[in-house]
């Protein structure tokens, strides 16, 4: 009796070894590949700012290159905590921390801020800027920009967006500005017009941060730089550095 079941287990084993394989067969093909979501620090880095004059509606960041993010890097550099340095050609800012770090941010360039090279101060700081075009962008683009030669007002789709730093020489305003952009898909390209451009959240951010007279240095012929980006990073969570 025990020989006869042994023979039938052992005869329908192959059936049982085809069944079980075509189970796990068809785990594999019915299985969803998991998608990854943008990660939580960088979603509420560029989240919503109800708080602000004109509301600011979060960022989409699904579509950005992660290195141009802000984040805390390492940065070489002879110049001391609190300094901003420009690298145009790589579309960084770089917020100097001293002790071989900086805050990072990802910048776009316009003609103008490709036209202006050394050393400057924030002469004036101000939130949610009036924007008026330069005769230059007037004639440059005067579809585009003459009905606002007497000005726009401040407001989401304000070219300067949120805040606006202006850069001073030897007292004079040299038309080269820091801000926000209503075109976050801008950051990291050159484009047609404007100075250096950050992504709203990051203009803020970086507002906080530098006081009038912070020295600037604008950099134009960096090489390539490729580092890592550092997950860490995002600092965007925590209280403005004392500088």
């Not at 509606?57 to 141009?68: G, L």
């Not at 202006?116 to 579809?143: D, S």
Request: aromatic letters at 8%; hydrophobic letters at 40%.
């Amino acid at each position: 009796m025990c020989v006869s079941r042994a023979r039938a287990f052992a005869a329908l084993r192959p059936f049982a070894l085809l069944a079980l394989a075509a189970t796990l067969a068809s785990c594999a093909t019915t299985a969803k590949p998991v998608k990854k979501g943008p990660d939580p620090i960088h979603v509420a880095m560029y989240g919503p700012h109800p708080e602000e004059r004109f509301p600011l509606p979060a960022m989409d960041i699904s579509k950005v290159n992660p290195k141009y993010f802000r984040q805390l890097v390492a940065y070489q550099t002879a110049e001391p905590a609190g300094t901003i340095v420009i690298d145009t050609q790589n579309r960084f800012l770089y917020l100097v921390q001293g002790e071989g770090m900086a805050m990072r941010y990802g910048i776009g360039v316009g003609k103008a801020g490709l036209e202006f090279e050394g050393g400057a101060r924030i002469g004036r700081k101000a939130e949610w800027p009036r924007w008026t075009p330069t005769q230059n962008m007037i004639e440059r683009e005067p579809e585009r920009n003459l009905k606002w030669a007497g000005g726009m007002e401040p407001g989401l789709t304000n070219p300067l967006g949120p805040r606006a730093l202006y850069l001073h020489k030897d007292g004079k305003d040299t038309l080269f500005r820091i801000h926000g952009t209503s075109e976050p898909w801008s950051i990291g390209k050159a484009v047609s017009s404007g100075c250096i451009r950050l992504f709203n959240q990051d203009i803020i951010d970086l507002y906080g941060r530098v006081p009038t007279g912070s020295r600037v240095v604008v950099l134009q012929h960096q090489a390539p730089v490729d580092q890592p980006v550092p997950m860490a990073a995002a600092d965007g969570l925590t209280p403005p550095a004392a500088i």
